[in-house]
């Protein structure tokens, strides 16, 4: 019983379907109908023009939007505990060419301007201190919590005040939006460009890169290719992405992921690590306890000492969720 | 009917099946059973020991076999023409770190021992000077022109003479392969890098990287996370490669795009710009003739002003390869 | 008796002075009174707008001249024997982080609008190739040869047109200005900056960037201190510009070095392989006649094969002119 | 009465004499006699064998020494106060391309085995993570403190058993070492590359970058010209170093400058922020005692709210020194 990562789960059956619809040959790269489809589909979603590039991680979605507000002698404020901080290899060191990230407190590895204003107020403005240029937030953020549409637009009130673009890493931007039960481009409101994510929500390796900013997609395209991102048949990534938001499919998943993680939370509210709002539970839990979860037959991370990092997906069965949530209270 | 592009083409049935049975969640990234597999299937393959990863693109599989052997400081020699140089967007001064291409001439875009020696022979010996670290050959070559087994064993006993890496592009070595008839590791027999595609060849978005230096692979592995290649369905990339290799699907594919080349070529001899091996032709026409077959329902680049760039795909069919034979030979 | 390079000649007792003038502690960096003087100084030299730093080497002046100009995925227009292609360790792919230089031809190292479209025009205008940022040009060449104003208007005029920077450098700017004997605005109307040479014309170790965009001479001056070019005490180096734009020094010295090429070359026109507009001498002679200048006490670089290089500098002692006029004669 | 900083002092007369003395040209670049000397000079010295390269700036000799220990994909962990993660403006972003600084705490700005332990422990290994290459420490540290040849030895111990290199930012070499009153080789013993500060201790702009791996120099060779870091009249920069080592003049120097930082320092040690070990003293201090400090004529920086920092220059005037303690002592 896998509840170690939404990574790792299956992919939709719709997204198989529409794949193989897209099987007979179109335009090479990006030049196929569905891939040119993304820009219109994305601006009616959100709300906002916008334009859209595919990629398969979400890794190269976070850089490359970044890529496009940050030279490569400024910087990036992002949390202490962001994935672009701590689990992407030093992916933004090598996309944005040596910029640096300013590493911001907050809780539940969620920003505030507060959080930002102490990490650069410090920096004198004269050359021998690397500048910020943009914020990175996570939505959901690391800790499966999620920014009101209100958090967002202050900080994006800073961004705006001091001159930094904003970027949203939105790997979970679903669980966020089917938490918030808003419309999604109030979710990213105020946001240059955002990392809307679909790998961990059914899909199988497409993310799309949402740019308010059009010409910044434009030069963007030049990097993705220089990175290897271009893939060329890339209309099957495209139609992973168009299948998800059909229906709101990408919705109905994201809304399946965080009622399995309530289900789980609801069974242990007092070892709660950080408020269970998308598909994320952090429970505090001794090394003796997580032996005997596992020995139940679930697997999931360590979290530190005294933790477990449980992760639900869009297929979490229901009698595995039941067991575990057992599982957990019967500790 | 498409002849622009094996980018293109159609995804092979064994692949989406291999996919298919690979949705069951197993580890992220490349912790699942098929990406571990990798490895031995190479190994046995090529006769050699070497340890592999996968990635989606070939700009991608290039530059991160590049990375293993060339600093920053150092540069590549390779063809005037070759696909690093003419069509990756400078992807190779990003991964390399702003590492210099060298290039060299030869017939067909191919190398040769004296083209790479006049290339690198007047670079004096000094700190002002990019030195070469490592050489790049394409099999086939971006023209469709296979190099012989004692061929890339004469560049290889130069890439040792001189200290260099070896690298093969082989985004077309099963089309070199199926030329050949010779064991896939005579094919790269002397290389220290291999770039093995599928994407052109039946798969949709997989190339293997085989390093034949293991303790190269282990440090790449980082390179391709911090690249944003690691992509975390990982499996469903190994799924693809060893599809490809099952029963030696990927050399069946091959010929079967070879032999569609070679019947066009067959029909028109005298219009041949390079000699036909792999599933490329390269066709003298004029603007009017390019017109005409355009007019009769064929797709195809252009190449330059007097010539036209037909590109045959695993799938091809009969009946349009037949149709373009016919429509060339009454030009 | 040297004629190997003007980068080995003395400092200038002028320069020395004015060094030691500025010994008494000013604020570090580019903070002190000669660095703050050197925008008004240059804007009325030049007699246009502009802003000036300063730096140890030609190398580090184009370098970030060019960073001014170009994004990492870019490329810059250069002549195949330019010295940021053939003589700077790659340094543009460092500066630069990776893009790359598009290499064009021209008679004795000079482009022209002819030789720069000819490299750029086969540039497809789409994501797989490198597009043109920049076009370097050197004034004087590397064969020691003199752009005319209206040589430069006219690659401006192209630049403009599509819309690249134009960068000059000009390590022998001095030699090219005594050369043309115009206002020194003029040699280098409508480049964007200047590399503009103190080292071989009485300097000890400063040049400077001239940027007509006086908001890219803000950013590179971030630019400037990430490389570890700004030095603390740079009053030093601020202090060597102002002494020899004092009195037109630099003309002077230019015009001397210049003046010792020319008696070189007055005794053997039919040897020059290229004009003598500068301080560089470029002579056909065989392996025995460099030989037999070589036991007379000459000292120059070979330039392949059948010639030599020989170069002045603003101290040519006159009697080392004339013994070497005589010898050449005397081959 | 200047305390500002040791980086405007005057140039010591020894060192114009020497470079003076070099005036008559010789081999360009580095391969002058000077030059050619260092090796050797500093091997005596040091008591290790080494290899020596010389740079204009601090910035520029950390992030070289850097660049022979870490990989573009790497870490440098240094002190959270270290000069190369506060005031190199991203330096060692650009020169190791992207390589990031783990930062660690101490005392004092000063690293000890326990700090580092708990910066890298932390770290999985795994190819998500940045993995460190490299410690780099500061003798002495940023607060003007000192390790002891002990403390040195306990983190080279570490860095050894976690297969780190070592790099030392000795920009205030001279002051350690004149404050140890050890060999200057024990105060560095078991490092693998020091920068070996000139600039502040009565040089111009000349550094020294001491690689005790002499293989790592010849790479760095290349480096250092790719950098724009080779300067073509490198005789002076030699001239430099050469003259502040003769007769020790460098750790005459580096004890004036001691002197006067402890002169200053008797006055008031319950003010005193730091040990003052070398030439810097942090003075707790009230905004209003700043200001009759600078209304009675001396110049240095804040730091901070609450504290002044005085540096302290070989040429420091005993009466300015003289005053300073006194109008501290009357605060």
């Keep these: 019983m896998q509840f170690t990562s939404d990574n790792a789960a299956a992919v939709h059956p719709a997204v198989w379907q529409a794949m193989m619809a897209a099987d007979a040959a179109d335009a090479p790269y990006d030049g196929d109908a569905l891939s040119r489809a993304l820009d219109s589909r994305f601006t009616d979603l959100l709300g906002r023009e916008c ?8 890794t190269a979605a976070n850089c490359l939007a970044l890529a496009s507000m940050v030279p490569p002698h400024g910087a990036v404020v992002c949390h202490r505990e962001a994935h672009i901080e701590m689990d992407e290899a030093g992916a933004p060191g ?12 907050g809780k539940s590895a969620k ?27 996570t939505q959901a953020s690391e800790y499966g919590c999620v920014y009101r549409p209100e958090e967002v637009a202050k900080i994006a009130e800073l961004a705006n005040a001091r001159g930094l673009g904003l970027h949203m890493d939105g790997a979970r931007f679903a669980n966020a939006v089917a938490f918030l039960g808003c419309a999604p481009g109030e979710a990213c409101q105020g946001v240059d460009a955002l990392s809307f994510g679909f790998v961990k929500n059914g ?43 059909e229906h709101d499919l990408w919705l109905a998943n994201a809304r399946a992921a965080n009622a399995a993680a309530a289900a789980i939370a609801s069974t242990a509210p007092s ?20 032996q005997a979860l ?12 005294d933790a477990a990092r449980l992760v639900t997906s869009w297929d979490a069965k229901d009698e595995h969720v039941t067991a575990l949530a057992r599982a957990i209270a019967a500790l």
Tied chains: 1, 2, 3, 4.
Excluded: M
């Design 51 to 58: 334009a859209v590039l595919w990629v398969a991680t979400g």
């Design 271 to 290: 070892r709660l690590l950080h408020a269970v709002e998308a598909n994320e539970v952090f429970l505090a839990c001794t090394a003796a306890e997580r």
């Design 203 to 245: 899909g199988l390796g497409a993310e799309a890169i949402v740019f308010f900013d059009v010409e910044a997609a434009r030069i963007i395209r030049y990097r993705r290719k220089r990175a290897g991102h271009l893939q060329s048949k890339g209309r099957f990534l495209a139609a992973q992405i168009l299948a998800l938001l």
């Design 94 to 105: 090598f996309y944005l060419h040596g910029a640096k990230l300013l590493l911001a407190d």
């Design 111 to 137: 920003l505030t301007p507060d959080g930002i204003a102490a990490a650069i107020d410090p920096i004198r403005n004269d050359v021998h201190q690397v500048q910020p240029h943009a914020i990175s937030i």
């Design 294 to 305: 596992r020995g139940a037959g679930f697997t999931f991370y360590d979290w530190g000492q």
